[in-house]
């Protein structure tokens, strides 16, 4: 079953990512250091997607922290002043490949639970108990305090390029392209599923965060795929800007769950 769920979440991300080369030769040639850090970042998906497939999340993420840094170099030192069509390309291409990320991470959490949802999902007064327990070890614990101290400021740090390019997004709709009631609840929504994320990631409530994952990739994609047409390239480019902030808060996200697992901290 995983094999299977990991590829159909790769295909979107495929197609886009094949539509963008072909613009790299038709439409806008690149220069050969574009081509070679396109090449590197081939590389590093084709780590992340065998190692997804097969269920090494250790070796998967160091594929995936490769492919953020090969990847912000790539859209945020070398996509400036492209064409309007390229930049909604890439746009719909990061929130594609945030999709296939996520639900990767998604197999991997089911398959921690044997493929069942966890009972704080089904059990609110379990959730409640849950959050007592913990809220109990942390007041009680002067070392936990502090780690939770530690890790909530790393996690606020790696929310902070997303913050700022949401904000920028925002100004944008305020100041230049007015939105309707529709996408502005989507917002909200996206906004309340951020909210959702950051806490529970900080607290180490991973059930929650992935819902609030999951219900932020439901309102983006909505978004993304139902509104975003025809847009101006300044907004376009800021959306694809914004989805691959996102992409490396996950990715840094991850990062800190897997060494806080691997260390018992």
């Known amino acids: 079953m995983r094999p299977a769920i990991v590829i159909i979440a790769f295909l979107p991300f495929a197609y886009y990512a094949a539509k963008d080369t072909q613009f790299h030769f038709v439409g806008r040639q690149v220069s050969l250091a574009e081509h070679v850090l396109h090449l590197a970042i081939g ?26 840094i090969c990847g912000s170099a790539d859209e945020y030192l070398w996509h400036r002043g492209i064409p309007e069509v390229e930049s ?10 945030l999709i296939f990320v996520v639900s990767t991470l998604t197999v991997n959490w089911l398959e921690d639970h044997q493929w069942q949802l966890p009972r704080e999902l089904l059990d609110t007064f379990a959730f409640a108990k849950d959050n007592e327990s913990v809220g109990g070890a942390i007041s009680g614990q002067t070392g936990v305090s502090e780690h939770r101290w530690l890790r909530g400021g790393l996690i606020s740090a790696c929310l902070l390029p997303y913050a700022y390019f949401g904000l920028n997004d925002n100004l944008h709709h305020v100041r230049h392209r007015e939105v309707s009631w529709t996408e502005r609840i989507l917002h909200l929504t996206i906004v309340l599923a951020v909210f959702t994320v950051v806490p529970n990631a900080i607290v180490g409530h991973r059930s929650m965060m992935m819902v609030g994952l999951l219900l932020f990739l439901i309102a983006r994609s909505f978004d993304e795929w139902g509104f975003h047409r025809n847009l101006p390239g300044n907004e376009a480019d800021m959306h694809a800007k914004t989805h691959y902030a996102f992409l490396v808060f996950v990715v840094l996200l991850t990062s800190i769950d897997w060494i806080t697992h691997q260390t018992g901290a």
């Open 88 to 97: 909604d390309l890439h746009a719909k291409e990061h929130l594609a490949l």
């Open 43 to 68: 590389i590093c998906l084709g780590i992340v997607l065998t190692q997804a497939v097969l269920g090494h999340s250790g070796f998967m993420l160091v594929g995936l922290l490769l492919l953020v």
